[in-house]
């Protein structure tokens, strides 16, 4: 055996075990393995052909992460087949083996992948090495879902370039919007320390093609650019770099000026530049393959270049200047709006970016939430989307559920995902969905991104809720390919992480295509939005003082005698014009808007009959009783599939799906009521007029604001 085989197989052997972090429970099941279970194969014709692969080979380079895709396939194959599979390196001519090939002549992308059967040989290939880690995820996923190994033929790549996932963590372990524990990263261990659950971490990530995280919140601490914890720092980015993930921070625009003593923080001054320049080489030299910036500049009250009298542009430009000589990027977020009482906060985006259109250093990556406020329930597509043409925009969702119920609720976000990227800009004509504006192929950009507010936290089974797990997974799929249609990805993540018992899959899968419009029918129906007090949990559609206007909830709803819904055609705030002529054709008429953005775009009479037959009063009454009823609904669903997952799973999803239920009431009422008093009408007949006083749903909504 040669040294080469010798070192190959001695990593094998001591290499980090997976999940090292998990002695599974012994009376079961606590979620920490997420979607890589790897549980034995029970159908046994499919066992039977598995198992005729008896070794693998790794005769790609001998890099770090073809190691870590050997590694996976070994633990995969031992879990799923109960058999150790040999490991070599030369196979010769023999068949039965798995090989893993990087080859040069692959046809796919840089990180696509081949999975084939060749020669008796199951052969995964790729250019390369994260391409063979995320094929040898992609054969193990086909494994696990015990699907027959013949007429295995796969060749994937990915849509978007950077698929990462941002982090609103702090330095003091809390996390911004975070609804599963604490934060991932233990700063105060770090460098020395490294939590076995980085690596979890990155296999996770790794296993759905995500390949960037930025650590820390984007209300940034500058104490991320210090020397202290850059070292911190490049230890997380040794374990990511190992399962091709690049790391990324988010930085404190002023940062020159409070870590460096300098007198500003102006991006036009060359101390400025030359400290950023400087710091991004400080960087580099600890980890050599960083990832690049983030940043929220000028934005609910961070510091920017528009401090100094200077643009977004230019702010970005100088940063990317810093970045010239590596292959780093600049991520720069287009979430902007002003305190300006007249204004209409839908709008404020793309009045600031859209004229900086050209202006980026193509190193720079304008960051865009999905929807133009802020990650609502639902919200129609950002019209930066396609009117940016000269600058690569990459699309953020959020996958924490900050107005989604928290950890409460169980909403599958696909959907929303998916409504947004299959929105239809009309910029080039029709078919200029916002996916082809993020994979670049309607404006010929190279350089794409597609990120997600992480909802990971400390908590064991890594998201709070058991049923949040499929967020993540859905995120990262979709970065990978979004034509994936929401069913597909439930259905996947369903069979992989709770149950194989098809029965109780398909009443979990209908529970979880349901889900957001049940939360969207209870909580904000027919395209409202905003009724939210300052935690963002409970109901204040009342909430009419604000430090500034557009911190109130009646600034989004627009409640009065007469109605309900913000006008944003031309006789109100005309956000509509920031959309092309055919989006504004659907949109325009509140007689033919569809009903889930109405209130989005018109004020609405209580009496107006709308296209269901009923008018806005009865129709609004209707989506909240039938939203809150349908959580029982949800709650008979999980229980069809008692008896077929993890019990510990099953109780925990349960108990939630109780608070949700109750707390879809009270949403229910707390609308019902406030509504009421300015429709002045009565809950129309069949539903049952709620049981408390708008004064008492508002009491025990205070208590949320009492210290
Ligand atoms: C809002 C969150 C806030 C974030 C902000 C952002 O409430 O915590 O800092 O978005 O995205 O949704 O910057």
């Keep these: ?153 796969v060749a994937s790549s990915p849509k978007v370039r950077y698929r990462m996932l941002n982090h609103w963590d702090n330095v003091d ?50 104490r991320f650019m210090s020397q202290e914890y850059i070292v911190k720092v490049a230890a997380i980015a040794d374990v990511m770099r190992k399962y091709g993930i690049k790391t990324y921070l988010s930085v404190y625009f002023a940062a020159p000026k409070t870590l460096g003593g300098l007198s500003t923080s102006d991006p036009l001054d060359p101390q400025v530049r030359a400290w950023w320049k400087e710091k991004v080489a400080q960087i580099y030299k600890e980890i050599p393959d960083f990832g690049g910036f983030l940043v929220k500049a000028n934005s609910e009250g961070e510091p920017g270049p528009q401090d100094y009298g200077r643009t977004h542009a230019e702010g970005a430009n100088m940063l990317a200047e810093a970045f010239k000589p590596y292959e780093g990027i600049v991520i720069w977020r287009a979430f902007v709006y002003k305190a300006d009482p007249r204004a209409d906060r839908f709008k404020a985006a793309y009045e600031e970016f859209v004229p900086l259109d050209g202006k980026f250093d193509p190193k720079v990556i304008v960051q865009v939430k999905n929807g133009p406020i802020d990650f609502q329930p639902r919200e129609p597509f950002s019209p930066l989307f396609g009117n940016m043409p000269k600058t690569p925009l990459g699309v953020e969702f959020q996958i924490t559920q900050e107005y989604l119920g928290f950890a409460a609720h169980a909403v599958y976000e696909a959907p929303i995902f998916k409504e947004c990227l299959n929105s239809d800009t009309y910029v080039n004509g029709q078919g200029s969905s916002v996916a082809r504006v993020v994979d670049g192929s309607l404006h010929g950009y190279s350089r794409t991104l597609m990120a997600g507010v992480a909802n990971t936290g400390s908590d064991r089974n890594w998201t709070g809720h058991p049923l949040a797990q499929a967020n993540w997974y859905a995120f990262g799929r979709l970065s990978w390919d979004h034509e994936l249609s929401s069913e597909q990805i439930a259905r996947e993540w369903t069979a992989l992480t709770l149950t194989r018992n098809q029965k109780a899959a398909e009443s979990i899968v209908l529970l979880m295509l349901r889900s957001r419009e049940i939360y969207v029918d209870y909580n904000t129906p027919l395209g409202l939005s905003r009724p939210w007090m300052g935690v963002h949990f409970a109901p204040e559609p009342w ?165």
């Design 1 to 153: 055996m040669t040294t080469k085989i010798l070192l190959f197989f001695s990593f094998l052997l001591t290499g980090p075990a997976l999940f090292a972090a998990d002695p599974l429970p012994a009376d079961g099941d606590d979620g920490y393995r997420l979607w890589l279970k790897y549980e034995p194969v029970i159908n046994a014709s499919v066992k039977a052909e598995y198992l005729r692969f008896t070794a693998f080979v790794g005769n790609a380079s001998k890099g770090e992460i073809v190691k870590s895709a050997a590694v996976e396939l070994k633990t995969g194959l031992k879990n799923l087949l109960g058999k150790s599979v040999s490991v070599t390196n030369s196979f010769g001519n023999k068949t039965g083996g798995i090989v893993l090939r990087l080859d040069a002549s692959n046809d796919q992308q840089d990180e696509g992948y081949h999975i084939a059967l060749a020669g008796g040989n199951i052969v995964v290939s790729s250019k390369s090495e994260s391409g063979i880690l995320y094929g040898t995820f992609a054969l193990l996923r086909h494994m696990q879902m015990q699907l027959p190994i013949e007429n295995l033929k």
């Design 543 to 707: 909430q009419n003082k604000g430090s500034r206007p557009d911190w109130t909830a009646v600034y989004y709803h627009r409640a009065d005698s007469s109605g309900l819904g913000f006008d944003r055609t031309a006789s109100g705030s005309n956000a509509l014009a920031q959309y092309q002529p055919q989006v504004q054709k659907q949109w325009n008429n509140p007689d033919k808007t569809p009903l889930p953005y109405l209130l989005w775009f018109h004020h609405v009479r209580w009496d107006e009959k709308l296209s269901t037959g009923r008018t806005l009063w009865e129709e609004l009454c209707t989506r909240f009783y039938t939203g809150a009823d349908s959580v029982s609904w949800m709650r008979q669903q999980w229980d069809m599939a008692k008896g077929s997952l993890d019990e510990q799973i099953y109780a925990s999803v349960a108990q939630r799906l109780e608070v949700q239920h109750r707390e879809a009431i009270w949403w229910r009422d707390a609308w019902v009521l406030y509504l009421q008093t300015f429709a002045r009408q009565t809950v129309p007949a069949g539903f049952e007029p709620p049981r408390q006083t708008l004064e008492e749903v508002k009491k025990s909504v205070n208590v949320y604001l009492i210290r």
């Design 173 to 222: 372990g809390t996390v911004e919007r975070g609804y599963a524990g604490s934060s991932l990263w233990k700063w105060y261990e770090l460098p020395e320390v490294i939590d076995p659950r980085y690596q979890d971490y990155a296999r996770a990530n790794a296993s759905l093609g995500i390949n960037g995280t930025v650590l820390n919140n984007v209300n940034a601490s500058a």
